[in-house]
């Protein structure tokens, strides 16, 4: 889901835009209002729903409507009484069990409980109708009546709970149906827009006709919708891996001619994304979009709500069919696996449709948001809050920065795209549901790599890193040292781990790139293959790394000073050992070799002539820092 809700907190003049809009990629569905409890959904219910098939009358010229849920079901234990969730403003009509109507049902919040005549045993397929009557309300969750042009339109948003508001259903993330009908008895005049396959439009006699869908895969209930009005239409198609998939658009009449160049560029996009994230989830079916009656975009399987169809709302409703969709949230604590990944869908189609400066600028402008605040954490950790839930900084914003990290730290797009696939494609998650943990152990089989620190900063931990980032040059040379020190803005991370990149630039408009791999405080780096002096250096140049830049300071004096008071290293080359002398007692000395990595530390000296040992450290070139009461040294060492 995108909404409309919070873009006008941040004032973004800072940043600059040079084809994106990213406002208009950034709207909101509506104002969060309510809060509800999400664990009221979760039933004891020993049963697992198999198929759903949902007849409703919807007249959107009046507010009244009534509908039908028949639910096949197979028993997990021996059951006597069915939990299903209607919420309190559903009418309950009448219960049928194998055709015979039962009247001892009672209800409890959104909770109804029907008493069976006999006991089903365990591991028993079997099924119930319950019938039931509503009315749509103008403005909040469920099913809305609205206009358009004078025209009304009834449409339904469902996530994350409000399902069950307008039909009865078991209304959880978890308990997939295998297969559902969607019957709707409407108008002639107006079209029903629905999952799945249009099967049929069949006129029943006094202005009315049965519009049958369905949808022949895995789904769950906050997925499955319906959208009636005088809708006109405009098709599409693409072929994906020899598979043609039509592309169906219903749109208000008066607007299409608005939207058709933008939905024209839809087919590549699912070829894109296709190519990237594997085929199209819904190939054998369709995909499309209906528009509705208010803003954002809801990411219903196989048509997505539309308010409007700009870049980057078509990008991020089309990437959730794979990232939602097939592979679904386990708990609303996840909800980034949803909206971090299909927020990162916009920002591949960014970079795709409009290259690696724009794509830049996206990452930048989702850095501004996210650090425009010191806390909170892309894993949601208060799962029964709406508006936590759909928090754009932190589950849309750094939750798609977040999952470019995981690009950026595998320096490999093959191997993020192969380990995207391998996670949609696991036979446990596909079309079917996942939670972070899930997400981590399969990136850690792709990967051969542990991600222990990467999800405990960047998923779990709060807040970014801040960094102070010193280069030295050194004298007669075009070689730096690089010096980087982090605090954070949290204090639930003492230190983000992060490849980080510098752009060192030189006076002739010559720049390279250096990664640096930084994984505690306080690091200094020697770089030596630089082919030309240092004037300038730009951190982060690509904005991959969420973070803020505190300081940079290029030292353009002679690094290594004839001073008197500078520490003296020798034997420099050295074999076997060395020895550092300094004027003011030695409290700590580290050294890092060149990569950066800490391979020696030793505190508490209190001297001021200390003899280290190196037989067993590899030739090559080692950055030692001399620690003394009035401040920390830099010495390049070279072992032979
Ligand atoms: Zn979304």
Redesign the pocket.
Known sequence: ??NLYLICFFTISTFAFSQRNYEQSLEEAKAFGSFKSAENNLLDAEYKPEYYRLEMNLNPNQLDYSGKTTMHFTTTSDLNQIKINAQPNLSIASITYHSNTITDFSRAENVLTIQLPETIPNNQLDSITISFSGEANSTSNGLKRGFHEEVPVMETISEPWHGSSWWVCKDDLIDKVEKLDVYITHPTEFKVASNGLLKSVTAIGNGNSKTHWQHNYPITTYLVAIAVTNYAEYNNSVTINGTNVPIVNYLYPETLSNWTASLDQVPSYIEFLSEKWGDYPYKQEKYGHAQWNRGGGM?HATMSFMGNFNFGLVG??LA?QWF?DQVTCGTWHDIWL??GF??YGDGLLTQNVYGDNEFSNWKEYNIGLITAENFGSVYNPEAENQSRIFNYRLTYAKGSMAVHLIRYILNDDELFFQSCRDFLNNPEFTYNYAVTEDLKMSLENSTGMNWDDYFADWIYGEGHPIFDVKVHKISNSNQVTVTFNQTTSHNSVSFFQTPFEIEFRGGNGESTTRRFNLTENGQSFIVNDLPFPTTSFIPNPKFDVICQINSTVLNNEEFELNNSNQAKLYPNPAKAQFTIENKQPINEIKVFDASGKAIYNVKGLNDTKIQIKTNSWPTGIYMVQIHSGVGIQLKKLLIE
Request: glycine share 10%; hydrophobic share 20%.
């Open positions: 889901m995108k990411e991020h409703e959730h939602g949803n909206e299909a927020e």
